[in-house]
């Protein structure tokens, strides 16, 4: 059972961040499949993107960390112009899809979303969110999450089950 309010009505198609579903897109060619997420696979919900991919970048990759507006490598690079694009180009699929919000990975500096690593590769964190993050909001989407995304689930899923049958 899914959160079912305005901001995550059932049955609409879900934004998600590909990596949560289990494909291996990651910098470090990993997966970080997440169960909420692969719920919403399951019924069809979710629409997968992996912007950092769709800007370009080679799996696996540099790591890269937003530092202010641009986003820079370990080796120096600045990659920004992947990151916007590929951003550009899940948005776009977001809206073409319908979908009503995102469920991204944290953290990561294309899919974070109010917690990113802090550009220095020390590990740190800073308030801030992802480029796709930021153009989703910008649009007024939504994003949640992982954590955000199951911890609604899992309230939705224990009022259900205090719930009488009858009074559902
Ligand atoms: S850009 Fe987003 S979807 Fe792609 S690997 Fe990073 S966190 Fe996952």
Redesign the pocket.
């Known amino acids: 059972m899914y959160p079912e309010n305005d901001k995550m009505p059932g049955g609409a198609p879900v934004l998600v ?4 579903t289990g494909a291996p ?3 470090d060619g990993q997966s ?1 499949p997440d169960p909420a997420v692969l719920r919403l696979v399951e019924e069809g919900r979710a629409v997968a ?5 769709m800007g370009g970048l080679p799996t696996p990759r540099i790591p890269s960390e937003r530092l202010g507006d641009r986003v820079v490598n370990r080796v120096g690079e600045d990659v920004t112009d992947a990151f916007v694009r590929g951003a550009e180009a899940a948005l776009r699929v977001c809206l073409e899809q319908g979908c009503t919000c995102a469920v ?2 944290s953290k ?1 500096p ?2 974070g979303k109010g917690i990113i690593h802090n550009g220095r590769f020390d590990g740190g964190l800073v308030p801030g969110n ?1 480029i ?1 993050t930021e153009l989703l909001l910008a649009q007024g989407i939504p994003v949640f999450t992982e954590q955000e995304y199951a911890a609604a689930c899992r309230a939705v899923d224990d009022e259900m089950s205090a719930s009488p049958p009858d009074a559902r």
């Not at 961040?17 to 949560?20: D, E, F, G, M, Q």
């Open positions: 961040s590909r990596c949560l897109c990651r910098m970080k993107v992996c912007p950092e991919v991204l990975k990561s294309s899919c992802g796709l």
